[in-house]
């Protein structure tokens, strides 16, 4: 893993400090709180665009007041490049870089945010969520607000009946630009309403009418985070439905529409109420790019981006994703029991690990992400559900459960073990608790326990296989 922090950004540059934290596993950012990814890929490189959540622990909304940019040569090595302040529009206020998209054209390079406006001084009308677009001619370094005022007043759309109590809107955020091979651009944006329009030529201008759209078949509410990408002729739009947010999306012939509902592409998040997905196409495969609360400490206003692998199905729909631990680079382990070979260490929704035999219908919850949260004489694992990313095999108070990551040193050590020769088979291992090393992982009437084997069936039930699912 090679992190470094590469590039100042001049009159744009923020103090950053840290190095860039990066793996290859999830969340692909581990050295701070990032979400709302966006990502272009240019001379080769691919940039990743993500705002940087700053809300502490306690904080009960999003605090955002920069966007960072990484970059990637091989999706497994991110460069933090920079970080561009909200402040670049000086229009805006708050702390409200929200999403985001940046595209290349004609040599230049657009960037289509959100960012809160003031409220109107005579009351008329809302203020509130809004477009800003910069321009630059470079992904990284450079950018400026290209109108000097939003691309919208928010009061020219029309927000959901929700937000008219407030003294502001929010149904004008999230843009995502595509450009169709003719040239023609179009900005699709929204929360509650969803709405596009083309874009001039000079790619910072509406060409036309604002359109409101409608999801065909859709059986729930568009909430926010529309992309739009396109694949063998079919055009795609991914989005957040209903709240805690599912991702879903539905696909058109044309980048104007109509759009018909296809599917969920993403269940609710695991103690987030929002993802927000981009795709990205990179040396001819597809990524599906998203945010969980997946770091140590991480919440709704404390979010992380993670990457998985798109994949079509033969008729051009979407296989649904699941968020894991490993993320592209890595193979999920299953947890073999030597005591009864068919029978697998599983988790499920709670506390609990039991050994069950396979059932032909089991996708996922047999396997586990394997990597040493401590590491200690090279021998030692950590074990993380491999859809439960954040969560840990723990050992503590002499029981073996599934807890989420609290971020102290005490829970890295509780939820490391050493890997030793197998009680029953040397072939096999045993895994003990760095903490007490008298208490081995061991399988008790199906359920996974802490114990110190001292049969020879107890040390069987002590004795596991470590193997790839996949
Ligand atoms: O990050 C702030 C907002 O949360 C984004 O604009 C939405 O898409 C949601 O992720």
Not at 61 to 71: R, T
Not at 256 to 274: F, N, Q, R
Not at 313 to 342: R, V, Y
Not at 384 to 412: C, K, M, N, W
Request: charged letters at 25%; aromatic letters at 12%.
């Amino acid at each position: 893993m090679a992190t470094t922090f590469k590039r100042t950004l001049g009159a744009t540059l923020v103090g950053l400090t840290c190095a860039a934290g990066a793996q290859a596993d999830n969340p692909i950012i581990t050295e701070r709180f990032t979400a709302d990814p966006a990502a272009l890929v240019h001379d080769g490189r691919v940039y990743l665009y993500v705002g940087h959540d700053e809300a502490t622990e306690e904080g009960d909304f999003f605090v955002l007041k920069e966007w960072n940019i990484y970059s990637s040569d091989n999706l497994e090595d991110w460069t933090l490049e920079g970080a561009v302040p909200r402040t670049i529009f000086e229009w805006a206020e708050h702390d409200s870089a929200w999403a985001s998209q940046a595209t290349e054209h004609d040599g230049k390079f657009y960037w289509y945010t959100t960012v809160r406006m003031p409220e109107p001084e005579d009351g008329e009308g809302m203020g509130g969520y809004t477009l800003g677009v910069a321009v630059s001619d470079d992904p990284v370094t450079g950018w400026k607000d290209a109108l000097g005022e939003p691309m919208l007043d928010p009061n020219e759309t029309e927000p959901a009946e929700h937000m008219i109590e407030h003294s502001h809107s929010w149904d004008d955020i999230d843009p995502t630009v595509f450009v169709d091979h003719d040239g023609q651009a179009y900005l699709y944006w929204g929360n509650s309403h969803l709405y596009y329009a083309k874009l001039k030529d000079n790619m910072i201008e509406f060409d036309g009418e604002i359109h409101r759209v409608d999801i065909e078949g859709m059986p729930g509410t568009f909430t926010e985070a529309p992309w739009i990408h396109e694949h063998e002729g079919m055009y795609y739009l991914t989005f957040a439905m209903n709240y805690p947010e599912e991702l879903a999306y539905a696909m058109s012939d044309s980048p104007a529409g109509p759009w018909e509902y296809k599917g969920k592409l993403m269940e609710v998040i695991e103690d987030s109420g929002t993802s927000h997905q981009a795709i990205l196409k990179y040396e001819g495969k597809q990524y599906f790019i998203y945010h969980t609360a997946a770091l140590p400490t991480g919440g709704n206003f404390r979010r992380s981006v993670s990457m998985e692998h798109l994949r079509y199905n033969a008729d051009g729909t979407i296989k649904k994703l699941t968020p894991t631990a490993s993320g592209i680079t890595h193979a999920a382990q299953a947890l073999q029991s030597f005591a009864d070979t068919d029978h697998y260490l599983r988790y499920g929704s709670d506390e609990a690990v039991s050994a069950t035999g396979l059932e032909a219908e089991d996708h996922y919850n047999f396997k586990w992400h394997v990597k040493a949260l401590v590491e200690q004489g090279g021998n030692t694992v950590s074990f993380q559900p491999e859809t439960r990313p954040g969560y840990y095999l723990v050992a503590e108070d002499g029981e073996a459960s599934i807890v989420e990551h609290d971020g102290t040193d005490a829970f890295a050590r509780n939820a490391t073990f050493e890997q030793v020769s197998g009680l029953a088979d040397g072939d096999w291992s045993s895994f003990r608790s760095i903490e007490n090393k008298d208490h081995y992982l061991m399988v008790k009437d199906g359920e996974l326990i802490l114990g110190n084997p001292d049969s020879a069936a107890e040390r069987k039930a002590a004795t596991f296989q470590v193997t790839p699912t996949e």
